[in-house]
């Protein structure tokens, strides 16, 4: 047998392998050559997030570094032009994290699903998720509701209510910390009936801005909403004096209030009754005074039911000022002729007997109010069916009690009475 030698011609036979090599070489980059392409705002999946939570903490993304925002892929033309973004995985594992200076960092690693071996590089804009790693907190805040808008003319707001009144937080300590206040807001422009609506709830700092809640887990994302729309009315108040002053005083009939009417919030079907806010209450006794009464009232108490107070600024507390002046006395000289004679009896004629033109009054009242009578301010009526006879005549003298009328303010004691005779007619 004739012996293979192989390193008879060495030199071509090296030669020649490598000239296959550049042409493999050239023909597959001549027919499939090498390209790129760029996929733009890939996702990061985090893995082993159970790491952290699992050690009662909480992780944040700090500036959306979850998503790539460039990944670069080079392979032979005809790889690229297979891929999609959805070919791209790219991977944080969060068991493996770097802690610079309060950040934590998690390297991300890049790879395709599919032709992974025929990848000859793949890149990305950033290499590492950056997060906020703290210990998890919770609160619970109470709910406020609150409404903004304008309601129609003549109506109000009355108890605006939600279906539960707290909510529950949980998240990283330092951004619970910071929620002071959890509130609901209803709009309400144009409203004249009762609302009833989901409302989503806000957070806030005790500055009054806005938190928010991305990072935050709520035991509830909106309540229930109750408004109650009532319409309105405003009414005087009347107040009953009661009693008597002291000696030688008088009331003067002048009553101060403040407020003098309250605005009156309920269905209008209830408000259309209502005139007046009318208040009879013991403390207005002015017996016994010498001086002015004042008191102070609450009109809640007067209110008739279903019906509040319109003005939320009012607490229902009214001062009452009930005035009383010195009583003064005067003499009045009223003429005769200023008594009228009444029902005098058919067929006959009726006549005053007296020697005087005259008689003396005393009135009493109000020093303005006495000062300024005049005699002429003064009258009187005699009745005379109050006559009783014997027989059927009705001639004769008689004595006749007679009613004075007197201005406003003024008053008598004195019973004034005449002699009238009774002259049968022809």
Do not use: C
């Amino acid at each position: 047998m004739k012996k293979l030698n192989l390193t008879a011609n060495l030199g071509l036979k090296i030669a020649s392998l490598l000239f296959a090599a550049l042409l493999w070489f050239l023909v597959t980059n001549i027919s499939d050559p090498v390209d790129s392409v760029r996929f733009s705002n890939v996702p990061v999946t985090l893995r082993n997030t159970n790491s952290i939570t699992d050690n009662n903490q909480v992780y944040q993304v700090l500036d959306d570094s979850d998503v790539i925002s460039t990944v670069s892929v080079y392979a032979p033309r005809s790889i690229v032009d297979s891929l999609s973004k959805d070919n791209i995985v790219a991977i944080a594992d969060l068991e493996n994290t770097t802690n610079i200076n309060g950040t934590y960092f998690v390297a991300i690693t890049l790879q395709t699903n599919k032709y992974y071996n025929q990848i000859q590089s793949i890149s990305g804009s950033i290499d590492a998720v950056q997060l906020s790693i703290e210990n998890r907190a919770s609160k619970t805040l109470a709910i406020s509701a609150t409404t903004t808008g304008t309601l129609t003319d003549g109506y109000i707001i009355g108890d605006v209510v939600t279906d539960q009144n707290q909510i529950r937080i949980t998240g990283p300590e330092s951004v619970v910390e910071s929620v002071k206040d959890a509130q609901v807001n209803v709009e309400v422009t144009g409203y004249t009936t009762n609302i009833g609506t989901n409302a989503e709830i806000h957070l806030y700092n005790e500055d009054g801005d806005e938190v928010s809640k991305d990072s935050l887990k709520l035991s509830s994302s909106s309540v229930g909403v109750s408004v109650n729309i009532l319409a309105t009315k405003r009414v005087p108040i009347t107040y009953q004096i009661s009693g008597i002053p002291a000696e030688g005083y008088v009331a003067t009939g002048v009553i101060e209030s403040n407020p003098e009417d309250v605005l009156l919030a309920g269905r209008m079907s209830v408000l259309n009754k209502i005139d007046s806010i009318s208040v009879s209450d013991a403390s207005l006794d002015i017996t016994g005074l010498t001086g002015n009464l004042t008191k102070t009232i609450d009109l809640s108490g007067y209110l008739p039911g279903n019906v509040s107070f319109g003005d939320p600024d009012f607490n229902g507390i009214a001062t009452v000022v009930a005035y009383i002046d010195k009583k003064n006395d005067k003499t009045v000289s009223v003429p005769y002729s200023q008594i009228e004679f009444t029902n005098v009896p058919e067929g006959y004629e009726a006549e005053l007997v007296s020697d005087d033109k005259a008689f003396d009054l005393l009135v009493s009242g109000l020093s303005d109010k006495v000062n300024r009578i005049d005699p002429d301010d003064v009258s009187g009526v005699a009745d005379l069916s109050q006559i009783e006879a014997e027989g059927d005549d009705l001639s004769g003298d008689y004595t006749v009690n007679v009613s004075l009328l007197l201005p406003g303010g003024v008053t008598t004691s004195d019973m004034i009475s005449v002699t009238v005779k009774l002259t049968k007619t022809e």
